[in-house]
Each structure stands twice: as structure tokens, then as C-alpha cells.
């Protein structure tokens, strides 16, 4: 990316690629929620990338960093926020900690 992404020429990050960042560093490389927030945080604030719907993507990166839900869950709840969703309905009971999200009833 350093070679070929510029901020006259800049990469494009879709934000499902981002979760799934967050998901392959955080579950099967094993760092810390911290190491992962950075590393999202130095992509979105890098000027040679785009990131698609930024404004969603940094704020499941505040969420992230503040709670203990999965940063997917954030990326799902901003998103229907976003949408005109009131609540997001989740069976994960750290995400229906989230002012966004209310748990599944059982």
C-alpha cells in the first residue's frame, strides 16, 4: 500500500474489509483490543486510502474502544442507525450493552 497508494492516487477500504480486519487480528492473531483499534484508527486517519462510509467506520471504532462487543457488531449497529433503525436487535449480550442494540428476548 505504501508503494502504490497516494493521496492523488488513494486505495479504496470497503468496510466489510475492515471487519474483517478487525476479526482476523483481534480472533485468529490473538492482539489485544487496543493493537486493533490502532490499526484501524491509523488506517481511517492515513490520506492515501479511502475508507467507504468513514463516518460509520469511526464511530464503531469509539464504540469499539469504549465497550466489549466485537467491533462488527458496531460497524451493524452504526449502520442501521444510519438507516433510521431505532434499536438493533442482537442474541450477543456485550453488544445489547450498547445504547444501539437491545437483546433477542428468549
Known amino acids: ?13 470497503s468496510l466489510i ?6 476479526w482476523v487480528l483481534g480472533g485468529a492473531y490473538k492482539y489485544d483490543r487496543s493493537v486493533v483499534a490502532s490499526v484501524i484508527r491509523q488506517l481511517l486517519q492515513t490520506d492515501s486510502l479511502v475508507m467507504e462510509n ?12 469504549e465497550n466489549s462487543a466485537d467491533f ?3 460497524v451493524i449497529g452504526q449502520g442501521n442507525v444510519d438507516a433510521g433503525c431505532s434499536r438493533t436487535y442482537t442474541f450477543d449480550a456485550k453488544a445489547a450493552r450498547h445504547k444501539d442494540f437491545e437483546a433477542v428476548p428468549r
Open 54 to 65: 468513514a463516518r460509520i467506520a469511526w464511530s464503531a471504532l469509539r464504540s469499539f474502544e
Open 72 to 74: 462488527a457488531d458496531y
Open 17 to 22: 474489509v475492515l471487519v474483517e480486519l478487525a
Open 1 to 13: 500500500m505504501e508503494t502504490s497508494c497516494s493521496p492523488d492516487e488513494p486505495g479504496y477500504i
